[in-house]
């Protein structure tokens, strides 16, 4: 079944659930040295309003690159262990669409995520992103709990 895929794509935003969803999905690749794998960031800049005043979009932008990069340096290093390519990419825009449209600019065929972790009934439903991952992709997406 693995055979069937070339590249992996596995969102993440640092959370326990995308950290299991890295792993599972670095597990997969393993069984074969041909199948890529991307982790793909998505910071999404934005106007944040203070009593007074309003953050620069592009201060917020800085801030944000700025925290992500210990986090980049921590999956290059896991990534490392693999024989296979690998590469991290920190993308800027709504995470939903923006996932679907790197999934399918760089022709991924598989996508390995994490769900959004609720208690009670709100567990019957996926986050509001991988929700979107599910309905919009045009691979088969593996939801990690």
């Known amino acids: 079944m693995l055979t069937d895929y070339s590249r992996i794509v596995v969102p993440y935003d640092h959370s326990e659930l995308s950290k299991k969803a890295l792993k599972m999905a670095m597990n997969l690749v393993k069984q074969d040295e041909k199948i890529e794998l991307y982790v793909v960031m ?13 953050v620069p979009i592009q201060d917020r932008r800085e801030s944000q690159l700025k925290a992500i990069e210990p986090v980049r340096e921590e ?14 990419f920190v993308l800027e825009g709504d995470p939903a669409g923006t996932i679907i449209d790197f999934v399918r600019k760089n022709d991924a065929d598989f996508i390995v995520m994490g769900s959004r972790g609720l208690s009670g009934l709100k567990e019957m439903f996926l986050g509001s992103v991988s929700h979107y991952v599910v309905q919009k992709a045009t691979c088969p997406v593996l939801i990690v709990k």
Do not use: C
């Open 42 to 54: 998505v910071i999404q800049p934005e106007n944040y309003l203070g009593y007074h005043y309003a």
């Open 75 to 88: 999956i290059n290093q896991k990534l490392l262990k693999l024989p296979n390519k690998t590469r991290t």
